[in-house]
T-cell receptor, first 109, second 114 residues
Framework: AQRVTQPEKLLSVFKGAPVELKCNYSYSGSPELFWYVQYSRQRLQLLLRHISRESIKGFTADLNKGETSFHLKKPFAQEEDSAMYYCALRSNAGNMLTFGGGTRLMVKP | DAGVTQSPTHLIKTRGQHVTLRCSPISGHKSVSWYQQVLGQGPQFIFQYYEKEERGRGNFPDRFSARQFPNYSSELNVNALLLGDSALYLC?????????????FGPGTRLTVL
């Protein structure tokens, strides 16, 4: 069975500080990993996917198959980064997403 | 394009009742997926439909059913509502059911069961 774990429910940092949101997964095959973000009063939207290896809004995430992790990082947090972040896994057997429980990021001024 | 749309926005029902939630995908998208998001948790997969056929089903009881129409819109039906069915129900659309397609989410329907 596939599973995604986000160990932190809440992460609070000051503006300009580095941010790392943790994500660990369990899946026996070759998964595809995503980070979705939900800003206040907005819908869930894709932030980035490991397969594209791109940086969005200064965020990056590297898939570490050895540690089965896909942590989201940003060197300097901004107040507008405050949101709910969800890590998700898609198996190679279809387009079903398995989400973690989410981490609320609060960036204080 | 307005993106994925869902109706109604909010809904209040009592235990034992039936509910129908509706979703219109992004124009050109042929696949619709449904997710349940209980307060404080991440979304949980319920169904995926592509070209009017069920392509995937999550671990939900038979009280949950869905269908997709020729215009690719979709309905999620829940019978014999329980208090535990209270949640935000999200619809997501994608171009196809393939495992390379990004899913785009709607705003959700907030269901409260009293």
């Amino acid at each position: 069975a596939q599973r995604v774990t986000q160990p932190e429910k809440l992460l609070s940092v000051f503006k300009g500080a580095p941010v790392e949101l943790k994500c660990n997964y369990s899946y026996s095959g070759s998964p595809e990993l995503f980070w979705y973000v939900q800003y206040s009063r907005q819908r869930l939207q894709l932030l980035l996917r490991h397969i594209s290896r791109e940086s969005i809004k200064g965020f990056t995430a590297d898939l570490n198959k050895g540690e089965t992790s896909f942590h989201l990082k940003k060197p300097f947090a901004q107040e507008e980064d405050s949101a709910m972040y969800y890590c998700a896994l898609r198996s190679n057997a279809g387009n079903m997403l398995t989400f973690g429980g989410g981490t609320r990021l609060m960036v204080k001024p | 394009d307005a993106g994925v749309t869902q109706s109604p926005t909010h809904l209040i029902k009592t235990r034992g009742q039936h509910v129908t939630l509706r979703c219109s995908p992004i124009s050109g998208h042929k696949s619709v997926s449904w997710y349940q998001q209980v307060l404080g948790q991440g979304p949980q997969f319920i169904f995926q439909y592509y070209e009017k056929e069920e392509r995937g089903r999550g671990n939900f009881p038979d009280r949950f059913s869905a269908r997709q129409f020729p215009n690719y819109s979709s309905e999620l039906n829940v019978n014999a509502l329980l208090l535990g069915d209270s949640a935000l129900y999200l619809c997501a659309s994608s171009l196809s059911s393939g495992d390379t397609d990004t899913q785009y989410f709607g705003p959700g329907t907030r269901l409260t069961v009293l």
